[in-house]
């Protein structure tokens, strides 16, 4: 099956498009800044503008849409880029649209996640036969979160938010998965192996990195904090991922830790 991944430089891109081209998938990578090598044919793709779109989407059989910009020009990219995307595939002739969204998207009330959700609904008003799969945070991005949080000395956060971080590699293989399986709509929500308090995932997070910062509780306000503390960014659906944040603590910071 011959795919193309947009976002393919992205945490979930790096770790996915590898996983497809080993499983005998043909990759098509793009992003606005591609890579190279790999394996897989790389090309330059601006859903902004849908620079290289039409060459992107030429002669695949399926797109896994991972492309995001969650700081920037959201709408812009997130919403009306991902329009751009299926207009163009749906040109193409391409016979399924696997786009990945986030547990809560429907709840939690971000801007982002706004976007999210009004994507998830281009997808699946679009002409390409489609699937949604919502997963949750990755590790990667709560170890950046939480390095955020920390940047003026103590670790700043709600201690009672929950997560439930999902290895993006088995993200990415349930992605492989639902490709194979051909157009589903959504499908169960995909979450990793436990739901962590914030301040459990903070002080693991610290001590993976021999760190004696304290935390600092800090409340978020109104609905936000309400979703976020009531487990709007957890699922309970199954299966789940097997592998854990302390697994990519262990990976990241292995025994050796750094202040
Ligand atoms: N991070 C999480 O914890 C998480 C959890 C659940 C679901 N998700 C979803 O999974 C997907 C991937 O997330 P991620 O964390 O891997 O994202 P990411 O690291 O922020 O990567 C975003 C990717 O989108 C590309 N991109 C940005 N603007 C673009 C544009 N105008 N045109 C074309 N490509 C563009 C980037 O490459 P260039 O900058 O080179 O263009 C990059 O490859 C997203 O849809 C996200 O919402 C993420």
Known sequence: MRVLVTGATGRLGRVAVPRLRDEGFTVRAVSRRPGAGDGVEWLAVDLATAAGLADAVAGVDAVLHLASSPNRRTHEIDVLGTRRLVVAAGHAGVRHL??????????????????????EQVVAAGAVPWSVLRATQFPGFLAELLAGASRLGPVLGDPAVLAQPVDPGEVADRLAALLRAGPSHRVEDFGGPEVLRFDEAARAWLAARRSRRPLLPVRIPGRLGRELRAGALTTAATPTGARTWADHLADTYGGTGRR
Do not use: E, N, Q, T
Request: positive net charge; charged residues 20%.
């Open 98 to 119: 696997v786009y990945v969204s986030i547990v809560g998207v429907d709840r939690v009330p971000l801007a982002y996640y706004r976007h999210k959700l009004a994507a």
